[in-house]
């Protein structure tokens, strides 16, 4: 029983910003890699920045430079924070969590997608 309760999504003008959040909960014993994906209809939900427990970050090509993943392991949340937002990344966000249970099943967690909608 693992949960992750996203938050932060939104209508934002171009250029704007827009901060998400996801707290994980439930029977977690380590967190691993966390990631945020995006999904827009017709089209692969797709990576847009991931981050080991380490702190090392990884980002789609689209947002580098604009988006900032970060985490608080005490608080089990991993962060997006989006500047300069385009009509383009209008879309579905989900977050994820690699995860080992207290149950010691290691597997993915996902939330249950929050929309950002870029539009003037």
């Known amino acids: 029983q693992v949960q992750l309760a996203e938050s932060g999504g939104g209508l934002v003008q171009p250029g704007g910003s827009l901060r998400l959040s996801c707290a994980a909960s439930?029977?977690?014993?380590?967190?691993?890699?966390m990631g945020w994906y995006r999904q827009v209809p017709g089209n692969q939900r797709e990576l847009v920045a991931e981050i080991t427990s380490n702190g090392i970050t990884n980002y789609a090509d689209s947002v580098k430079g604009r988006f900032t993943i970060s985490r608080d392991n005490a608080a089990k949340t991993v962060y997006l924070q989006m500047n300069s937002l385009k009509p383009e990344d209008t879309a579905v966000y989900y977050c994820?969590?690699?995860?080992?249970?207290?149950?010691?099943?290691?597997?993915?967690?996902w939330g249950q997608g929050t929309q950002v909608t870029i539009s003037s």
């Open positions: 439930g029977s977690i014993l380590n967190i691993y890699t």
């Open positions: 994820s969590a690699e995860v080992l249970t207290y149950e010691r099943s290691r597997h993915e967690s």
